[in-house]
């Protein structure tokens, strides 16, 4: 099991940046895929990103693509997101989660095992 923490949310102009990170609690942080999903009020749970345990492989929603970027850092067991370029649509609660399984890395809610509670991203048109 491992407990994930957000943070780096915030209120922030459209066409500015955050960093969102998330810290985990259990060195098997570093065995795990992991991505960060988003929740606007009203709509569905999706998908904005995710990476390998590696690192080596990440996938990003078309929404997204080019504007945002995974990474993660193994030593300091942190996922990381950086947002550039946002619009008022990316307003939402942004969750990371991790994947137990180290095969392919997964754009869906259920593939995920473990998240995070959530931090809030504010975009002001």
């Known amino acids: 099991q491992v407990q994930l923490v957000e943070s780096g949310g915030g209120l922030v102009q459209a066409g500015g940046s955050l960093r969102l990170s998330c810290a985990a609690s259990?060195?098997?942080?570093?065995?795990?895929?992991m991505g960060w999903f988003r929740q606007a009020p009203g709509k569905e749970r999706e998908f904005v990103s995710a990476?390998?345990?590696?690192?080596?492989?990440?996938n990003y929603a078309d929404s997204v693509r080019g504007r945002f970027t995974i990474s993660r850092d193994n030593a300091k067991k942190t996922l990381y997101l950086q947002m550039n370029s946002l619009k008022y649509e990316d307003t939402a609660v942004y969750y990371c989660?991790?994947?137990?399984?180290?095969?392919?890395?997964?754009?869906?809610?259920?593939?995920?095992?473990?998240w995070g509670q959530g931090t809030q991203v504010t975009v002001s048109s």
């Open positions: 990476i390998r345990w590696s690192g080596s492989d990440t």
């Open positions: 989660a991790a994947d137990r399984n180290a095969g392919q890395i997964m754009d869906v809610v259920h593939e995920y095992h473990y």
């Open positions: 259990s060195p098997t942080f570093t065995l795990y895929n």
